[in-house]
């Protein structure tokens, strides 16, 4: 158990509707990081905040959306979902940037 | 884009025997960072390696890291069959915002009892 937890376990929806996806990081870190892994692309990182600030972006289109609450708690919205959405969503956590990250159990979404 | 491209990309051996990853990346780095992932499941986070680091070990694994060859290795010795499962590198690159790690596709490695 790496200490980062992620809700829901599993997500079933259909195209064109929300979904918002919940992590907490380990106690005492203050970076959280989101990445999606599927099938073609491999693991991509999505985006990355330090305590509750946005720090860097990757490949995170533009109907996604996070942000980090001053408990650091992080959550990732999905909006208008696709059939190609469907992945595994990681989030991890650091207690800085550029350390050891510790990733959660993954969030898996089905978009049908 | 993949940074790290793990080397094999399938691995079978027996129990007992040693198993041996390689990654190779294209550019600078802060620090490599080795992962293993059961069957869709989270990843566990098992080395870091600085730049500046020529090797580590933990336990049954050992991180090689040559940034003259931008590329690192693991070894896992005495293999169990719980080792089975999928090993990736990633790279944290240097000249961008840290800890933006970037994952190669993975080594999937089976070790068979």
């Known amino acids: 158990d790496s200490g980062v937890t992620q809700t829901p376990k599993h997500l079933i929806t259909a195209t064109g509707q929300r979904v918002t996806l919940r992590c907490s990081p380990r106690s005492g870190d203050l970076s959280v990081y989101w990445y999606q892994q599927s099938l073609d692309q491999g693991l991509q990182f999505l985006i990355q905040y330090y305590n509750g600030e946005e720090r860097a972006k990757g490949n995170i289109l533009e109907r996604f959306s996070a942000q980090q609450f001053p408990d650091l708690h992080s959550e990732l919205n999905l909006s208008s979902l696709e059939l190609g959405d469907s992945a595994l969503y990681f989030c991890?956590?650091?207690?800085?940037?550029?350390?050891?990250?510790?990733f959660g159990p993954g969030t898996r979404l089905l978009v049908l | 884009s993949q940074q790290g491209e793990e080397d094999p990309q399938a691995l079978s051996i027996q129990e007992g025997e040693n198993a041996t990853m390689n990654c190779s990346y294209k550019t600078s780095i802060n620090n490599l960072q080795w992962y293993r992932q059961n069957s869709g499941r989270g990843l566990v986070h098992l080395i870091l390696?600085?730049?500046?680091?020529r090797e580590k070990h933990s336990g049954r694994l050992r991180v090689t890291l040559d940034t003259s060859k931008k590329s690192s290795s693991l070894l896992i010795t005495a293999s169990r069959a719980a080792d089975t499962a999928s090993y990736f590198c990633a790279t944290d690159p240097t000249g961008g915002s840290q800890g933006n790690l970037i994952f190669g596709k993975g080594t999937k490695l089976s070790v068979k009892p």
């Open positions: 991890a956590s650091s207690v800085l940037y550029g350390e050891t990250q510790y």
């Open positions: 390696i600085r730049s500046n680091e």
